[in-house]
């Protein structure tokens, strides 16, 4: 079965850059979550989009943005990067009823 | 959302089965029990839920107490793959809303 995919899997960027990560959901699910996992840290939950909508917003810094585009994949900016944004970022998408499946994430370092 | 408390870990020999329990006596009645597991470094992984009866799945049985304070995830024969931190997660609808992950339980599988 088709699982969310994500891009990159791995992202090395410096100080001060900027970053896009991109996810495309399951086919047919119309919600899509963004988490961030620090190192050893369990995942936070940062924003979500139900058809095309945010939905709920999390810890998520202003210099990050997201959006979910017409074909329901979404994006996550990150501008400004800091050493602290270095994290495992995870998409998850879901239909309406059922639990939420995520991709298997983006490794985020910044140096 | 409520709050669940977990173990911080279990361990459980291979092919006996795994008993992972979860306490959210300040459930609410619109209130659903998740759970959720991640492999190290995996995006997490969705097992089952419920909301009163007792559900199966091809993974796991979820048995939720008739007060519904607590309930407990079984891995009927555990393999070594199923060595995890499981997150039990209790929100208000299935639907479009966000996890909060607590600490969960590492769970180890002994050979």
């Known amino acids: 079965a088709a699982g969310v995919i994500q891009s990159p899997r791995h992202l090395i960027k410096e100080k001060r850059e900027t970053a896009t990560l991109k996810c495309y959901p399951i086919?047919?699910?119309?919600?899509v979550y963004w988490y961030q996992q620090g190192p050893g840290q369990d995942p936070q939950f940062l924003i979500s989009?139900?058809?095309?909508?945010?939905?709920d917003k999390g810890s998520i810094p202003d210099r990050f943005s997201a959006q979910q585009f017409s074909d329901y994949h979404s994006e996550l900016n990150m501008s400004s990067l800091e050493l602290g944004d270095s994290a495992l970022y995870f998409c998850?998408?879901?239909?309406?009823?059922?639990?939420?499946?995520f991709g298997p994430g983006t490794r985020l370092t910044v140096t | 959302d409520a709050k669940t408390t977990q173990p911080p870990s279990m361990d459980c020999a291979e092919g006996r089965a795994a008993n992972l329990p979860c306490n959210h006596s300040?459930?609410?009645?619109?209130?659903?029990v998740y759970w959720y597991r991640q492999i190290h470094s995996q995006g997490p992984q969705y097992i089952i839920h419920?909301?009163?009866n007792n559900e199966t799945n091809e993974m796991a049985s979820l048995i939720i107490t008739e007060d519904r304070k607590s309930s407990t995830l079984i891995l009927p024969h555990a393999t070594l793959r199923d060595t995890a931190v499981y997150y039990c997660?209790?929100?208000?609808?299935?639907?479009?809303?966000?996890?909060?992950f607590g600490s969960g339980t590492r769970l180890s599988i002994r050979p």
């Open positions: 997660i209790v929100r208000v609808s299935p639907s479009a809303s966000k996890i909060i």
């Open positions: 998850a998408s879901s239909l309406e009823g059922g639990g939420q499946y």
């Open positions: 086919p047919r699910h119309d919600t």
């Open positions: 419920g909301l009163k």
């Open positions: 300040t459930i609410s009645g619109n209130e659903y």
């Open positions: 989009f139900y058809e095309k909508m945010q939905s």
